[in-house]
T-cell receptor, first 112, second 114 residues
Framework: GNSVTQMEGPVTLSEEAFLTINCTYT??????LFWYVQYPGEGLQLLLK?????DKGSNKGFEATYRKETTSFHLEKGSVQVSDSAVYFC???????????FGKGTTLSVSS | NAGVTQTPKFQVLKTGQSMTLQCAQD?????MYWYRQDPGMGLRLIYY???????DKGEVPNGYNVSRLNKREFSLRLESAAPSQTSVYFC?????????????FGPGTRLTVL
C-alpha cells in the first residue's frame, strides 16, 4: 500500500534561516501529495498540495515540488519566522482513494 | 461558520468505562473521518464515512465504533476503554472523498485512560 516517510525531528532553526523538511513516498500510481501544519493546541491545517508530477505547491512562503523521479515532496522555506514553529506532516492519498496517510510529523522550532 | 467542532476537549476515563466523542461540521461536507494521534506515530485513520449512511474501517478500528448520525455529525464510541486508547483524537471532514478535497480538522479531544 501507499506510505510516506518524513525526516525525524525536532528541527531547530534561528529566525530567517532556510528550512528543508524531507518527505519521500511509496505509492501505486501518482497520488496527490500534501503538507499539513499543526500549531500548538490546534488541529491540522492544509499548508499546500500538489496533484501531479512536477507540480509545485506553495503557500505562506512554503514550497514543495512533486518529484516523480525521486518519489519526494520536500518542504522548503527561504526564511523562517518564529510563528512557523509547529509540527509539519507530509501526507498522500491511500490506495483506495478514501483517506489520507500521514507521516509521523516533524517538529520545527524557530527562535529569534 | 464554526468548521469542525469536537466535544469534549479533554476526558479522563477508567479502564472499562465507555464514552462517545462527538464531532460536527457545518460545511455541508459529505465525507468525515476519525484519526488518532500518538507521539512518534503521526495520525492514523480509525474510521471514515464517505457519505451519509456509510461507514468503513480505517487502519486501526479495533476497540471503536462509529455512527454517522446525519450529514453533519459523526461520533466515535469506545465501548470498553483501555489504556492503549490514550491518545488525541481528531475528527476531519472533506467535501467528498479523494485527494482533490482538502480535509478540515477539528481541534481534537485529548483522552486519557487510567
Amino acid at each position: 500500500g501507499n506510505s510516506v516517510t518524513q525526516m525525524e525531528g525536532p528541527v531547530t532553526l534561528s529566525e530567517e534561516a532556510f528550512l528543508t523538511i524531507n518527505c519521500t513516498y511509496t505509492a501505486t500510481g501518482y497520488p496527490s501529495l500534501f503538507w499539513y501544519v499543526q500549531y500548538p493546541g490546534e488541529g491540522l491545517q492544509l499548508l499546500l498540495k500538489a496533484t501531479k508530477a512536477d507540480d509545485k505547491g506553495s503557500n505562506k512562503g512554503f514550497e514543495a515540488t512533486y518529484r516523480k523521479e525521486t518519489t519526494s515532496f520536500h518542504l522548503e522555506k527561504g526564511s523562517v519566522q518564529v510563528s512557523d514553529s509547529a509540527v509539519y506532516f507530509c501526507a498522500l492519498e491511500n490506495q483506495a482513494g478514501t483517506a489520507l496517510i500521514f507521516g509521523k510529523g516533524t517538529t520545527l522550532s524557530v527562535s529569534s | 461558520n464554526a468548521g469542525v467542532t469536537q466535544t469534549p476537549k479533554f476526558q479522563v476515563l477508567k479502564t472499562g468505562q465507555s464514552m462517545t466523542l462527538q464531532c460536527a461540521q457545518d460545511m455541508n461536507h459529505n465525507s468525515m473521518y476519525w484519526y488518532r494521534q500518538d507521539p512518534g506515530m503521526g495520525l492514523r485513520l480509525i474510521y471514515y464515512s464517505a457519505s451519509e449512511g456509510t461507514t468503513d474501517k480505517g487502519e486501526v478500528p479495533n476497540g471503536y465504533n462509529v455512527s454517522r448520525l446525519n450529514k453533519r455529525e459523526f461520533s466515535l464510541r469506545l465501548e470498553s476503554a483501555a489504556p492503549s486508547q490514550t491518545s488525541v483524537y481528531f475528527c476531519a471532514s472533506s467535501r467528498d472523498r479523494g485527494s482533490y478535497n482538502e480535509q478540515f480538522f477539528g481541534p481534537g479531544t485529548r483522552l486519557t485512560v487510567l
